[in-house]
């Protein structure tokens, strides 16, 4: 059974910084690229940022370039989000995500992810 479970959410303050971790379980880790995907009260999913299966590649968002960072430890099976220079739009459910295929490609459309955890609440207050 696949299970994504992300942590490190909180309240903080504009300027502020957070680190988000995602377990990962049930499925070859390594195998697959990851994604983190965001939802602000009220707005649709948001594609945040991707990192390929060895953690050498990423993409961000242009909103979050040069604040945020991806990365991924796979002998712990688990991707996390550095997040630096927090702003108040930035509050959002961030949530952990791939798709079931080892392609080895970006998809960035959060529709046709299969892997989802419950995500972690981000505010950031002004």
Not at 26 to 46: C, D, L, S
Not at 99 to 123: A, F, I
């Amino acid at each position: 059974q696949v299970q994504l479970v992300e942590s490190g959410g909180g309240l903080v303050q504009s300027g502020g910084s957070l680190r988000l971790s995602c377990a990962a379980s049930g499925f070859t880790f390594r195998n697959h690229w990851m994604y983190w995907v965001r939802q602000a009260p009220g707005k649709g999913r948001e594609w945040v940022s991707g990192i390929n299966r060895g953690g050498r590649s990423t993409w961000y968002t242009d909103s979050v370039k040069g604040r945020f960072t991806i990365s991924r430890d796979n002998a712990k099976n688990t991707l996390y989000l550095q997040m630096n220079y927090l702003k108040p739009e930035d509050t959002a459910l961030y949530y952990c995500a791939s798709d079931d295929s080892t392609t080895d490609w970006l998809n960035k459309n959060p529709s046709t992810y299969d892997y989802w955890g419950r995500g972690t609440q981000v505010t950031v207050s002004r």
